[in-house]
């Protein structure tokens, strides 16, 4: 009898592990909302607690292992491995990084833009991150690429949990051709109207805009869309490290 119960509890082990590590994984790749509640909720919270630490400090120890002092791409490239066959995270990933490196090839230089490889020399990058244990690991993995003295400058916004992510005064600091837009959805286009209004977005400033599908913005894409100011183009990848429909939306500003 003890036999018994023992090889029930192991078979039940067994069956619980293979489904948390192979079969909902696959379920949940071709399912973008799944995929989010599944990865980005259950499992975060699951390893957070069973590991304390966070994820973000996860994907850096991995950095400090696997990728080179100095050479960004050997940092997406252990980035972008650990995500996709370890722990799934919201990064850009690797086949809408190649988007956004075609667009970044296309702007003469950059303003807001998170993580790059293709920063030639005199290239301004900004990143905005409000939560500041995220924003002190990105700067200890920007300082491991080697981009610090590229990166211009870092902001943390508190302000921006109570609604607005960008500080006009900061305004010298945001003028420019590239924004880049992966922060929370319902903040697409306030912000957008926002960079408008303080005169940050100008003639041929290209945005350009990650998660159009999944989760989605209905209303930015409605904005840019229908607006005789916007030329748009939608690109369409796959959420990062699935099979899931995602969609990136290129708008370069026409003008007033
Ligand atoms: C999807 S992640 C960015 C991922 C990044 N683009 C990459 O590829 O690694 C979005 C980040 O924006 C931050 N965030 C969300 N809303 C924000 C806001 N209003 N202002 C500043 N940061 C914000 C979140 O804390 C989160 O770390
Ligand atoms: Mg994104």
Redesign the pocket.
Same mark, same amino acid.
């Given at each position: 009898m003890w036999l018994s119960l023992l090889s029930g509890l192991i078979g039940g082990a067994a069956f619980l592990f293979a489904l948390y590590r192979w079969v909902i994984p696959t379920a949940v790749q071709y399912h973008g909302g799944l995929a989010l509640l599944w990865q980005d909720v259950i499992v975060e919270h699951a390893l957070d607690t069973l590991t304390r630490t966070s994820r973000p400090q996860r994907l850096l120890k991995e950095v400090h292992r696997k990728a080179t002092v100095g050479d960004p791409q050997s940092v997406i490239t252990a980035?972008d491995h650990f995500c996709k066959h370890r722990e799934w &995270?919201? $990064?850009?990933?690797d086949e809408k990084g190649s988007i956004l490196d075609s667009v970044v090839n296309e702007v003469s230089t950059v303003t807001v833009l998170? +993580?790059a490889r293709l920063l030639p020399p005199g290239v301004s990058v900004i990143t +905005?991150? #409000? $939560?500041p244990d995220?924003s002190a690991i990105a700067r200890q993995v920007i300082r491991w690429s080697g981009l610090e003295e590229k990166m211009r400058s870092q902001y943390c916004?508190p302000g &921006? &949990?109570s609604g607005?992510? +960008?500080d006009p005064s900061d305004e010298g600091a945001f003028r420019g051709p590239g924004v #880049?837009l *992966?922060?929370?959805k319902g903040?697409y286009i306030p *912000?957008t109207k926002l960079l408008e209004e303080c005169g940050l977005i100008q003639k041929g400033t290209v945005m350009l805009a *990650? $998660?159009v599908i999944c989760p989605g913005t209905p209303d930015y894409l409605e904005y840019v869309r229908n607006s005789s100011r916007y030329n748009s183009h939608y690109y369409r990848p796959h959420l990062e490290y699935t099979k899931a429909e995602d969609g990136l939306e290129k708008s370069v500003f026409l003008g007033y």
């Open positions: 980035i &995270a919201m $990064n850009v990933g998170e +993580l +905005l991150e #409000f $939560n995220y916004c &921006a &949990a607005g992510s +960008l #880049f *992966d922060h929370w903040r *912000d *990650d $998660n």
